[in-house]
């Protein structure tokens, strides 16, 4: 009955390092999405989703890339880590459009690049 | 992507007076606004939300007004108390996902 988890909840990594957060959600929510947040900048959207084998750039996609091969499950890579993208990254799900319902955001993963 | 402006960034109030956050938005199609509270070290919860057919929403003593002609909608929480402490974030729908303000951290002072 966990509803939406993150893995691992913090890490830290080196520069130029491959990094993958990974996000689970048991409600079988169509859609989901990657938050980044940074003070100053909010919640920026990185990608979203919205069913199995179907993603999408939001506004910050440099640098990542997301798979969605099964519906509960919404991995996001840094393929070579920067320290720009040190930042608290959240999943979200939601079992409407992502544009008209409740988000429901896991606990966040709390990422350093040194 | 849609603008979403909020203000103000942070806002101090002693307990039991109105707090009030404004948000505006650019997209005239935009319809649903919700409000996120987000306290410390936590997860961004919803709070309140408002959709583009009504004016006004209350639930106890939060409260959400949206002015479609004017692309704003504000928060009010009234008789603030102490746990009200956290950052609010403003949204509104883009389309396809929701895009966030840039938060106001409210500090209520006993």
């Known amino acids: 009955d966990a509803g939406i988890t993150q893995s691992p909840r913090y890490k830290i990594t080196e520069t130029g390092r491959q990094v993958t957060l990974m996000c689970h959600q048991t409600w079988s929510h169509s859609y989901m999405f990657w938050y980044r947040q940074d003070l100053g900048h909010g919640l920026r959207l990185i990608y979203y989703s919205a069913a199995a084998d179907i993603t999408d750039k939001g506004e910050v996609p440099d640098g990542y890339v997301v798979s969605r091969s099964k519906t509960e499950n919404f991995p996001l890579t840094l393929e070579s880590a920067t320290r720009s993208q040190t930042s608290v990254y959240f999943c979200?799900?939601?079992?409407?459009?992502?544009?008209?319902?409740?988000?429901?955001f896991g606990e966040g993963s709390r990422l350093t690049v040194l | 992507g849609e603008n979403v402006e909020q203000h103000p960034s942070t806002l101090s109030v002693q307990e039991g007076d109105s707090a009030v956050i404004k948000c505006t938005y650019s997209?005239?199609?935009?319809?649903?606004f919700p409000w996120y509270k987000q306290e410390l070290g936590k997860r961004p919860q919803l709070i309140i939300d408002i959709r583009s057919n009504v004016g006004e929403k209350k639930d106890q003593r939060i409260a959400v007004t949206l002015n479609k002609t004017a692309k704003h909608f504000s928060l009010h929480i009234t008789e603030t108390q102490p746990e009200d402490s956290a950052v609010y974030f403003c949204?509104?729908?883009?389309?396809?996902?929701?895009?966030f303000g840039k938060g106001t951290s409210l500090l209520v002072t006993p």
């Open positions: 997209d005239s199609a935009s319809n649903y």
């Open positions: 949204a509104v729908d883009s389309g396809y996902a929701l895009n």
């Open positions: 979200a799900s939601s079992g409407l459009a992502g544009n008209t319902g409740e988000l429901f």
